[in-house]
Each structure stands twice: as C-alpha cells, then as structure tokens.
C-alpha cells in the first residue's frame, strides 16, 4: 500500500498570499496518478487537479499541481477567501487508492 | 449532469451491518467506476473500494475485504456499500464517488454523503 505524508499539517495564510502544499509518496506513483481535492467543512470532497497537473473543470487557473514519483506539489497563486479548506492528495496509480491525512488552509 | 443521491443517515448496533445506497442520475451509469470512501469524524478520507457497474466485480481495500460488499444494480442506476459487523469505529460518514475513466480511480463526482453511527 502507497503511503502519501502531506505537509504542512496546517497552513496559515491571507488572502492574496500564495500557498504550497506538498504530498511524499512512499513509493513511485504509476503513471503521475495523482490527484488533490479540496473539502470544506460539512461538504464533499472536490476535485481539483488529476494526473497531478490537470485542473478539473471548472477549477480557476490559479490552482496548480505539479511533481512526478514520489513529490507533488499543489500551489495556488493567490488565496481567495473561498480557498480556506482542508486539502487531501490521493494516489490512484495502485489499489488501494490512498488519500493522505489532509493538510488544513486557515485564515491567518 | 451526473448526480449521485445516497439514502439518508442510519444509526445501526455494534455487530450489525448497515446498506447504504448511491443512485446516479442526469449522466451513464455503467461505463464509470463508482467508488466508496469513508471519512470518520475529524478524520481524513478512506478508499473502501469500488465498482463498474458493466462489469459487476468489485475491488476492495485489503483493510475491508472480509466486511465490505459493493454491488451496483443496473436497471436502477444504484450503487450499493454493506458493511458488516459493525464496531463503533466505523462510525463515519461515508460517500460514493464517480471515477470518469474505467482506468483512472480519482473521483470528479460525490454524493453528499451519508452518515452511520455505530452505538449500543
């Protein structure tokens, strides 16, 4: 089973600033499958980015992901309030498809 | 546009099982992998495992093979997760999920979830 470590475990930021997430997988993940979602607080998960740097539809342009192996990156350019939620990685390259444990974005 | 409706909250005994349901509508049902992902309080998410209704086998994370079952019905459009011998850490919300590719199991459409408490 694919281990993914996320860091930070919490992120504080304002709004305009940019923020980095980063996501280590324990092994190479097949192919770049990899994706991130966002989930607000009594929500759903939402995609935002697959084959670690496909934006989903819909998904504005200052969200990106980048990174191949085992390191991925998702940044966005400039926080918007809507932005402040938990952000999960998810390896789908191997059964089962792990999430990490989540890294929070709170409003400094 | 896909939506995927799932059957409302349950509160089931330590040792019991519990069905929940996913019913798609407004998009294919058939040819996209459906998946159910758990998330217990305060927690983060949980693959359980997965279905593609055209080919009606499942594939299970190791940690629920011998507990989940993942059936999907057709006609219906519905997909179902029973969990069995349930225990208080199973308490979760749990949703299903849409994979766009039969191939590629990142999800681009939730249910809104549903939630089981698992008490005595």
């Known amino acids: 089973e694919i281990v993914l470590t996320q860091s930070p475990g919490t992120l504080s930021l304002s709004p305009g600033e940019r923020a980095t997430f980063s996501c280590r997988a324990s092994?190479?993940?097949?192919?770049?499958?990899l994706a991130w979602y966002h989930q607000k607080l009594g929500q759903a998960p939402r995609l935002l980015i697959y084959?670690?740097?496909t934006r989903a539809t819909g998904i504005p342009d200052r969200f990106s992901g980048s990174g191949s192996g085992t390191d991925f990156t998702l940044t966005i350019s400039r926080l918007e309030p809507e932005d402040f939620a938990v952000y999960y990685c998810?390896?789908?390259?191997?059964?089962?498809?792990?999430f990490g444990q989540g890294t929070k974005l709170e409003i400094k | 546009q896909l939506q995927l409706v799932q059957s409302g909250a349950e509160v089931k005994k330590p040792g019991s099982s519990v069905k929940v349901s996913c019913k798609a509508s407004?998009?294919?049902?058939?040819?996209?992998?459906i998946s159910w992902v758990r998330q217990a309080p305060g927690q983060g998410l949980e693959w359980m495992g997965g279905?593609?209704?055209?080919?009606?086998?499942?594939n299970y994370a190791q940690k629920f093979q011998a507990r989940v079952t993942i059936t999907a019905d057709e006609s219906t459009k519905t997909t179902y997760m029973e969990l069995s011998s349930l225990r208080s850490e199973d308490t979760a919300v749990y949703y299903c999920?849409?994979?766009?590719?039969?191939?590629?199991?990142?999800?681009?459409?939730w249910g809104k979830g549903t939630t089981v408490t698992v008490s005595s």
């Open positions: 279905i593609i209704p055209m080919f009606g086998s499942a």
């Open positions: 999920a849409r994979a766009p590719s039969v191939y590629q199991y990142y999800m681009d459409v």
């Open positions: 092994q190479s993940v097949s192919s770049n499958y």
């Open positions: 084959g670690a740097s």
């Open positions: 407004g998009g294919p049902f058939s040819i996209h992998a």
């Open positions: 998810q390896q789908y390259g191997s059964s089962p498809y792990t």
